[in-house]
């Protein structure tokens, strides 16, 4: 599987596991109905989740994460 799959795949897993969360846990403590709960849990998701990138380098092609709470980036092997 090539860098730029893996970066896909795990965009979308940080992404969903943070969506399905906020939306279940916005369901049970708000009384949001219709559009805006999964439009809020979208916003949520879109701003808690790491961000996964691919870099050519001289080295060859590296994958790198970049989240909110960790400072810098952080190279995945």
Known sequence: MSKKTK???YNFIGFAIIFFSAR???????HMQGY???????VIGT????KFQTVQTSQGEKLFMKW???KGFKEIK
């Open 68 to 70: 909110l709470f960790i």
């Open 24 to 30: 279940y846990v916005l369901g049970i403590y708000t």
């Open 7 to 9: 970066a896909f795949i």
């Open 36 to 42: 805006w709960l999964p439009i809020t849990a979208f």
């Open 47 to 50: 701003i808690l989740a790491p």
